[in-house]
């Protein structure tokens, strides 16, 4: 009886593990911010969950990364570059990861939106609009990704939007 279960268990484990992964990737072109305070840097994995193929750090006082989403699949965005941003920085790229990778979302952010952004309830201009002229010194908290959107939630509610603040040092109002 033992070994039938035991069998039976490793025969649904395949299949489990299958449905868990069956989310659609979501396709991305937006931009946002490592969060993450951790100063062993912020692990890049070769697959949401899989082995870390970079650690990123921030090797400026005054500095930030900013990541480049490409999709989400559930809680994990798909990256495709790293940025070190920072005032005290020469200019130019500056990028510190290129290549293919994924990142949780508890490590991703914005610091605010560009003040006088739009937020719409769907990630199209032309769905209704939540706030047309949101302030930029509010929290956002980012929920998402469609193309060039961000699904987010801030104050008035949960909305869409392109027009988010990545510059950590200020709330772009």
């Known amino acids: 009886m033992k070994t039938s279960l035991t069998l039976a268990f490793l025969m649904l484990t395949p299949a489990a593990a299958c449905w868990a992964q ?14 993450d305070t951790d100063p ?23 500095g930030w990364i900013e990541v480049h ?10 990256i495709d570059r ?21 990142l949780h979302k508890s490590v991703l952010g914005v610091s605010g939106l560009q003040n006088g952004g739009a937020i ?3 990630h199209d201009t032309g769905s209704s609009p939540i706030d ?18 961000l699904k987010i939630h801030v104050k008035i509610g949960t909305g869409w939007t392109r027009q988010v603040c990545t510059n950590m040092n200020t709330t772009c109002a």
């Open 22 to 35: 069956s989310a659609e990737k979501q396709a991305c072109n937006a931009s946002v911010d490592i969060t």
């Open 40 to 62: 062993k840097g912020t692990n890049v994995r070769a697959t949401p969950g899989g082995a870390v193929i970079a650690s990123l750090k921030n090797s400026s006082s005054d």
């Open 69 to 78: 989403l490409t999709g989400q699949l559930g809680d994990w965005y798909e």
């Open 82 to 102: 790293a940025k070190l941003r920072g005032a005290d920085l020469p200019a130019g790229e500056n990028v510190i990861f290129r290549g293919h990778g994924y």
């Open 120 to 122: 719409y309830s769907n």
């Open 132 to 149: 047309l002229h949101a302030a930029g010194d509010q929290q956002v908290d980012l929920l998402g990704c469609w193309g060039e959107f």
